[in-house]
Nanobody, 123 residues
Framework: QVQLVESGGGLVQAGGSLRLSCAAS????????MGWFRQAPGKEREFVAA????????YYADSVKGRFTISRDNAKNTVYLQMNSLKPEDTAVYYCASIVSGSYYLPKNYAYWGQGTQVTVSS
């Protein structure tokens, strides 16, 4: 079992920045990847970013490439999503997820999820 707790969401103006955190606990040794997804009202959950636990591979959605950066602090078992140049269309609940089987891009391939943190970008 892996427990994931997100934090860092909030309200920000367009062009601003936020850093989301995802603290992992439990069976850390079983983690092979971490990902961030988001879900806006009335829309499906969509991929944002992910990396393999080895750190060799990092993946980003085209819509956030160049603006968002995924990283981690090994000592704290925490994964971050630095979000810069935020746009109103980035407004969503953001979730972190762990332990993937298959494609990093598909939510259904992740075994564990956090509770989500709301990000609202005003125009």
């Amino acid at each position: 079992q892996v427990q994931l707790v997100e934090s860092g969401g909030g309200l920000v103006q367009a062009g601003g920045s936020l850093r989301l955190s995802c603290a992992a606990s439990g069976s850390i040794f079983s983690i092979n990847a971490m990902g961030w997804f988001r879900q806006a009202p009335g829309k499906e959950r969509e991929f944002v970013a992910a990396f393999s636990w080895s750190g060799r591979n990092t993946y980003y959605a085209d819509s956030v490439k160049g603006r968002f950066t995924i990283s981690r602090d090994n000592a704290k078992n925490t994964v971050y999503l630095q979000m810069n140049s935020l746009k109103p269309e980035d407004t969503a609940v953001y979730y972190c997820a762990s332990i993937v089987s298959g494609s990093y891009y598909l939510p259904k391939n992740y075994a564990y999820w956090g509770q989500g943190t709301q990000v609202t970008v005003s125009s």
